[in-house]
């Protein structure tokens, strides 16, 4: 049976409550019983697949993309079914696999257009001008229907700056209409009044805004340009003046970490729901400033400061490190429980779900996600500038599924020591951008552990 469709159906009212306990038969095969009793995680799934079970999925999906749970799921917000589906799809195919592998990608990012009207000196892109084979507006247009096709539900518009580019609102209109759930990651100095209001009239359901610094002065300095700062600020209150899902984004080194509590009250000032720390990785023009890197210590210091923020509530405060994972595995072994836990460093919830870090798994370059550049070349990740396809030769779903590249990065096992030896891996497995930035070696180890720093 078609495990997938008869899901669909399931969410959309189009099956009956005893489909539920139906659709438990064919996938049982795919689990390992020891595997499951030991984590709950199928147990808790398990009974949560009923009437009230499928709301319990969307309000998650919903929660983690920073939305409300919507009434209708057809149209635009067709993103919540196709996400659910790809883990239950994912689930039947490879089992219950440690991390997670989906059997297409969960998002898309996609740096847009090398465009940029900022001089940052992190940038992975080194961006400033259009790439001069970048896919032109009907290969964007071809590219947005080529994702639905293969039922990716998100897409992260990235670049450069996507709005520097005339065709973004046309292109994210589409991909809206279409069904994807559209996010973009901006440095917000364009986001007028009235371009707020388009954002918000087009369906773009996040937007992520680049404030690497409370203090002015600081943020122009490492975004190249005089007056980014308060430009950025004017963005972020357009954002939240038009409803629309707002999180700031600082990318953490030597030259700001101390700005991290102020950047956290500013956003709270702002009433700007969700705070991302990146790490920083020394790619694209990054490379000038690797001596900025956090150290080890630095870096595990800041883990465990986010970690007392996140627990405060009030604001969540999250991480792309992938060693938060392993903070909150090792907390939750040490103390057995947690009043509420960051799964990832897009969700967070009650004390339960941390049966599912392990699952969620870290780094997921290659594994729930993919990138794309502005000439159509794909990668693991748009910080991994790996190429493993292109979207004007090949499909996103067959990339996915041969590329031996994306396969190697799925596997932990393939880790070589001290991330391959480590009992955290499933939980983090260690940024695989840095390492091939530090060691031209996927599978390398992320110097920026502090685990790993004893031995290397």
């Known amino acids: 049976m078609n495990i997938t469709k008869l899901f669909i159906d399931l969410m959309t009212h189009k099956a009956t409550t005893t489909l539920a306990t139906y659709l438990l038969k064919p996938l049982i095969k795919y689990f390992d019983p020891i595997s499951c009793s030991q984590t709950g995680l199928l147990t808790m799934f398990f009974e949560r697949l009923t009437d009230e079970g499928v709301k319990w999925l969307i309000k998650v999906g919903s929660r983690i ?18 996400g659910v589906a790809i883990v ?16 297409r990608p969960l998002m898309v990012v996609w740096n847009f257009t090398n465009l940029c009207n900022l001089r940052c000196k992190h940038c992975y892109q080194d961006a400033s ?8 507006v009907e290969e964007k247009l071809d ?25 973004f609102f046309e292109v994210a209109e589409y991909a809206a209409n279409r069904g994807l759930f559209v996010s973009i990651a901006t440095n917000g100095t364009l986001i007028t009044e009235e371009v707020a209001k388009r954002l918000k009239k087009l369906g773009v359901n996040y937007v992520q805004v680049s404030v690497d610094a409370a203090t002015p002065s600081k943020h122009d300095l490492f975004r190249g340009i005089p007056g980014a700062w ?22 953490v080194t030597k030259f700001n970490v101390d700005e991290v509590p102020k950047v956290i009250e500013l956003a709270k000032k ?18 000038e400033i690797v001596k900025w890197d956090l150290s080890p210590i630095e870096r595990e210091r800041l883990l465990y400061y986010i970690l007392r923020e996140f627990m405060k509530g009030g604001i969540e405060v999250m991480t792309t490190a992938p060693q938060y994972g392993r903070v909150i595995a090792s907390l939750l072994e040490e103390y057995g429980y947690l009043p509420k836990v960051a799964a990832a460093h897009f969700y967070s919830g009650s004390s339960e779900w941390g049966k599912v870090v392990e699952f969620i798994g870290g780094c997921g370059a290659g594994r729930v996600y993919l990138g794309i550049e502005p000439d159509g070349t794909v990668t693991p990740c748009v910080f991994l500038k790996i190429p493993v396809g292109n979207v004007r030769q090949s499909r996103i779903r067959d990339i996915w ?15 070589k020591d001290p991330c391959g030896s480590c009992p955290y891996k499933h939980v983090c497995g260690g940024c695989r951008a840095r390492a091939y930035a530090y060691f031209q070696d996927y599978l390398a180890p992320d110097p920026g552990c502090f685990r790993a720093s004893k031995y290397l």
């Not at 969700?274 to 023009?285: D, E, T």
Request: net charge positive; with cysteine; aromatic share 6%.
């Open 65 to 82: 993309l920073g939305s409300s749970a919507p009434e209708d799921l057809d149209g635009r917000n067709r993103y919540l079914v196709n």
């Open 88 to 103: 239950l799809d994912s689930i039947a195919r490879f089992g219950v696999r440690k991390p997670l592998v989906t059997s």
């Open 129 to 136: 001008r259009r790439h001069p084979n970048e896919l032109s």
């Open 230 to 251: 308060e430009l950025a600020i004017r963005g972020v209150k357009n954002l939240v003046k038009y409803g629309i899902f707002t999180c700031i984004a600082m990318t």
């Open 143 to 167: 590219l947005v229907d080529m994702l639905c096709r293969d039922r990716v539900p998100l897409l992260a518009f990235s670049g450069g700056e996507p709005l520097a580019a005339p065709e």
């Open 270 to 287: 702002l009433h700007v729901p969700r705070v991302a720390l990146y790490n920083f990785i020394p790619v694209g023009k990054g490379t």
């Open 401 to 415: 599924m041969k590329s031996q590249v994306l396969w190697d990065l799925r596997d932990r096992d393939k880790l």
